[in-house]
C-alpha cells in the first residue's frame, strides 16, 4: 500500500499555505488523498475548499489537537462528484419563477449549489433569499448579462453544530433584505425601483423592549444570565476563532495585526468560555443555595458561608482582563477600521467582534453591577445568623 503524501502546513510561509494545499489537491487524481500537518484547527481550509472546489472531496481527522491537527483530504471518485444542475428560469411560467427556484434551494445539501440562467439580473431573488433563508447561502455570478444572466447558488457548509458558516452575504444586504420584507415589498422584478433614499424611516434604529433586571429574583436573573449571555459565548466562540485565522491567514502579511489579533483572540475566547463553566459549575449554584436558605432557613447547603466575596472577586476580575483584550483589540485595528483591500470575511469579522463586545458588555454589567453585590449581601445576611 502506497504512503499518502503529508504536507507540514507549520513549514510553510503564512500567504503561501492555503496556496500550496489547493495545489496538492489540485493535483490529486479522483480517488486519491493526502495528509495535511498543522498546529490548530483548519477547519477555515474546509470551508475554502468547499467554497472553491465544490462537494468533490471528504474531509476525516486523523487527530485533532489539543496541539497537534492532522487531517486527511480525499478527492471523490468521478462516479461521486456531481454535475451542478442547471434551472433555465425564462422556461418557468412568471408567477412559478421564485417558487420553484426556492424548491431547488430548499433540496440542496449543505455545500451543494445549483446554477440559475435567466435573460434579466435576478438581483431580487438574491435579496428574498435573504429574507426567507437568512444568511446560509452564497451568490456567484458566473455570466452576469447584457442578455443573459448565470447564477450560481450554494448552500453553505454547516460546523458541528449545524450552524451556518460565514459566508460573504455583507450585513448591508441582510439590513436591506429585512427592511424590504418588512414594509411589504414584492422580490419582483420591480424591486430596484424602491429607493432606500426616499424612506424616511431608513436606517432608523428601532427602539428595543427594555427590562429592568434590578427586580428579578436572583435566580431567574441567573437562569437568563445562563440561557442567554453564556450560550451567545457558547456559540459563536468557535466560529469566531475560526473566521480570525482564515483573515489573518489570507490578509497577515499585508496587515500583521491580524496575525497578533488572531493569536489574542483565542486566548481571550478561551478565558470567556473557562470563566462561564467556573460560573456555572461553581459559583452559580451556590448562589442558588444562598436564595433556596434565605427563603426556607432548614434547606441544607455545602459550602462555607460567609466565604462567596474572594471568588466572586476573582470572576470580575476575569472580566477586568476581558474588557483589557476587547480594548487593546480596538487599539490594534485602529477602531476596526477597515483597510481598502477588507474582503467580505475581513468586514464580517471586525463586525462580528464589534457584536460579540456588545453582548459582552451586557453580560459583565448584569454581573457585576446586579448578580454579585446581591450574592455577597445575602451571604453576608446569612453569616449574622449563624
Known amino acids: 500500500m502506497a504512503t499518502l503524501e503529508t504536507l507540514d502546513v507549520t513549514q510553510i510561509e503564512p500567504k503561501l499555505k492555503h496556496p500550496t494545499i489547493f495545489k496538492y ?3 490529486l487524481q479522483p ?27 471528504t474531509w476525516e481527522y486523523l487527530q485533532k489537537g489539543p496541539e497537534w491537527f492532522i487531517v486527511k483530504i480525499s478527492k471523490n471518485p468521478i462516479e461521486e462528484q456531481r454535475e451542478v444542475e442547471r434551472l433555465n ?3 418557468i411560467e412568471p408567477k412559478f419563477k421564485h417558487p420553484t427556484i426556492f424548491k431547488y434551494f430548499d433540496a440542496l445539501q449543505p455545500g451543494e449549489s445549483f446554477i440559475i440562467e435567466n435573460d434579466h439580473d435576478p438581483k431580487p431573488l438574491y435579496y428574498e433569499l435573504i429574507a426567507e433563508r437568512g444568511d446560509i447561502f452564497t451568490w456567484e455570478y458566473l455570466t452576469k448579462g447584457p442578455e443573459v444572466f448565470e447564477v ?24 436591506k433584505a429585512e427592511m424590504l ?8 422584478c420591480n424591486i430596484e425601483k424602491y429607493n432606500l433614499a426616499d424612506d424616511p424611516n431608513a436606517g432608523k434604529v428601532t427602539k428595543k423592549t427594555t427590562y429592568d433586571a434590578d427586580k428579578w429574583e436572583l435566580d431567574f436573573l441567573i437562569d437568563y444570565i445562563v440561557n442567554t449571555h453564556h450560550q451567545y459565548i457558547k ?44 460560573e456555572e459549575e461553581v459559583l452559580f449554584p451556590v448562589i442558588k443555595q444562598i436564595i433556596a436558605k434565605k427563603r426556607n432557613a432548614e434547606t441544607e447547603i455545602t459550602y462555607k458561608i460567609g466565604s462567596l466575596e474572594e471568588p466572586i472577586n476573582l470572576l470580575k476580575k476575569d ?7 476587547l480594548s487593546f483589540f480596538r487599539t490594534l485595528t485602529n477602531n476596526y477600521t477597515l483597510p481598502a483591500d477588507a474582503c467580505s470575511s475581513y468586514q464580517y469579522l471586525f463586525q462580528k467582534i464589534r457584536e460579540f463586545e456588545t453582548d459582552l458588555q451586557t453580560h459583565v454589567q448584569l454581573e457585576n453591577n446586579i448578580l454579585f453585590p446581591k ?8 453569616a449574622k445568623l449563624n
Open 235 to 278: 456559540d459563536h466562540a468557535e466560529n469566531l476563532n475560526d473566521l480570525a485565522i482564515k483573515v489573518a491567514e489570507h490578509h497577515g502579511d499585508s496587515h500583521p495585526e491580524l496575525n497578533r489579533l488572531s493569536t489574542l483572540m483565542y486566548h481571550f475566547l478561551q478565558d470567556l468560555v473557562d470563566n462561564t463553566a467556573r
Open 319 to 325: 472580566h477586568e482582563i476581558a474588557a483589557a483584550d
Open 89 to 91: 428560469v425564462t422556461a
Open 181 to 188: 420584507k418588512e414594509k411589504g415589498v414584492q422580490f419582483n
Open 152 to 175: 450560481q447558488i450554494a448552500k453553505k457548509p454547516t460546523n458541528e453544530t449545524g450552524e451556518a458558516v460565514v459566508g460573504r452575504i455583507s450585513n448591508k444586504d441582510i439590513k
Open 375 to 382: 450574592a455577597i449581601l445575602l451571604d453576608a445576611e446569612l
Open 31 to 57: 480517488g486519491e488523498e493526502f495528509v495535511i500537518e498543522n498546529d490548530h484547527d483548519p477547519k477555515p481550509l474546509y470551508y475554502e475548499l468547499i467554497g472553491e472546489r465544490g462537494d468533490i472531496f
Open 25 to 27: 489537491f489540485d493535483a
